[in-house]
């Protein structure tokens, strides 16, 4: 077997855990693959291992989606939305990662992913606010207003618009926990 094949299961299996979670069929993902179960375990000792493979691959995704971000995003709405919408297996894949936060692995890449993304969003967050908070204020809001937008955003709807529309509506029903926080604007 080659490479191409591992890349293909890789491929294949992060298709899947962006859809189903670390619960994903390995009978799902030969057939995705179109390749035969068995030589998985040409690639992987296991099931465990390649999921050790698709957290480096998502950290690689990871770092692909903020050089986007750095280069895109000009005004958060619609911009990130946009970059997004664009990424929309690693953001589906990052989702699963919050929804199986008990697993800290998971845990630690969800939260390393979104606080890098954060050092790049900050100016243009702060841009959407008028804000008399501090910028821990304004941290404090973005996590939870991210952890909550990855928990409510439908996979199954996932355009632009929809995001947006999920966004907009847990910022004007959490603003009022943060002290000294206002929308400035809004599309």
């Known amino acids: 077997m080659t490479q191409g094949a591992k890349d293909k299961w ?18 799902a993902l030969a057939e995705k693959s ?27 995704k990871i770092n692909s989606y903020l050089s986007e971000l750095k280069k895109e995003v000009k005004d958060i709405v619609p911009d990130l939305y946009k970059v997004m919408y664009a990424n929309k297996e690693g953001i589906l894949f990052h989702r ?12 630690d ?14 100016p243009h967050i702060k841009q ?5 908070g501090s910028d821990e204020d304004l941290i404090q809001f973005y996590h939870t207003l991210t952890d909550t ?14 995001m947006i529309s999920v966004a ?12 000294g926080l206002i929308i400035q604007k809004t599309r």
């Open 10 to 27: 890789i491929e294949a299996a992060y298709s899947e855990f962006a859809l189903s979670g670390p619960e994903f069929s390995l009978n």
């Open 34 to 60: 179109k390749l035969p179960r068995a030589s998985l375990y040409y690639h992987f000792d296991s099931k465990e291992a390649l999921g050790e493979e698709l957290l480096i691959f998502h950290q690689k």
């Open 96 to 107: 699963q990662l919050l929804l199986h936060r008990d697993q800290d692995e998971f845990l």
């Open 109 to 122: 890449i969800y939260k390393k992913g979104n606080n890098e993304a954060l050092t790049i969003l900050l």
């Open 128 to 132: 959407l606010f008028r804000t008399t």
């Open 149 to 162: 937008w990855y928990i409510r955003v439908n996979p199954n709807d996932f355009n632009v618009e929809n």
């Open 168 to 179: 907009m509506e847990i910022m004007e029903n959490t603003l009022g926990l943060f002290s």
